[in-house]
């Protein structure tokens, strides 16, 4: 299975900062990764695919950028509502695998 | 709009057995892969298993292989997971994600029903 390690596991960063969340797949998988908000108590929403698609909907703060091992989600500004722990995904080849989130406070 | 609903979650004993249900509604349930995905309490998130299409395909993370079985109904819109043989580290939220039509990501996703297994 193909592994991948999130960086750093938790921050905490001022609304207005510019945030950048690390993803690394354990062998390539061109830009086949998604990107993932999880808010406390709630179910993931989906924030990017494709590596640097914007799902519809999704505020254009958020970009993603990366191909083959390294991987990058970038907040180009936060938010106090950007609260909430963050994971990338494979989806090169089965099984399906998640980063092991990275959690993201406000200071 | 777009809705995933479980359902069938609860308290089960090691060795026991659960079917958890996902009601499908606001687009064409047929056309879409289908996944099962897990989170244990504090944890991060387990894909777990999808079913293709028409049914004809399922995969399964090796965890759950030969325990669990992912299914659907397509006339009820329905997606199923029967898990049988249940083991204390199968206690999670289990969410039914939807697969898009390109690649395999997760979107969306229903709001979880939670499965503990537990003497």
């Known amino acids: 299975a193909i592994r991948m390690t999130q960086s750093p596991s938790s921050f905490s960063a001022s609304t207005g900062d510019r945030v950048t969340i690390t993803c690394r797949a354990s062998q390539g998988i061109s830009s086949y990764l998604a990107w993932y908000q999880q808010k406390p108590g709630k179910a993931p929403k989906l924030l990017i695919y494709?590596?640097?698609t914007l799902q519809s909907g999704v505020p254009s703060r958020f970009s993603g950028s990366g191909s083959g091992t390294d991987f990058t989600l970038t907040i180009s500004c936060l938010q106090s509502e950007d609260l909430a722990t963050y994971y990338c995904?494979?989806?090169?080849?089965?099984?399906?695998?998640f980063g092991q989130g990275t959690k993201v406070e406000i200071k | 709009e777009v809705q995933l609903v479980e359902s069938g979650g609860g308290l089960v004993q090691p060795g026991g057995s659960l079917r958890l249900s996902c009601a499908a509604s606001g687009f064409t349930f047929s056309s879409y892969w289908m996944n099962w995905v897990r989170q244990a309490p504090g944890k991060g998130l387990e894909w777990v298993a999808n079913i293709e299409e028409d049914g004809s395909e399922k995969y399964y993370v090796d965890s759950v292989k030969g325990r669990f079985t992912i299914s659907r109904d397509n006339v009820k819109n329905s997606l199923y997971l029967q898990m049988n043989s249940l083991r204390a580290e199968d206690t999670a939220v289990y969410y039914c994600a939807r697969g898009d039509t390109i690649g395999n990501w997760f979107d969306p996703w229903g709001q979880g029903t939670l499965v503990t297994v537990s003497s």
């Open positions: 995904q494979q989806y090169y080849s089965d099984p399906w695998t």
């Open positions: 494709a590596a640097s």
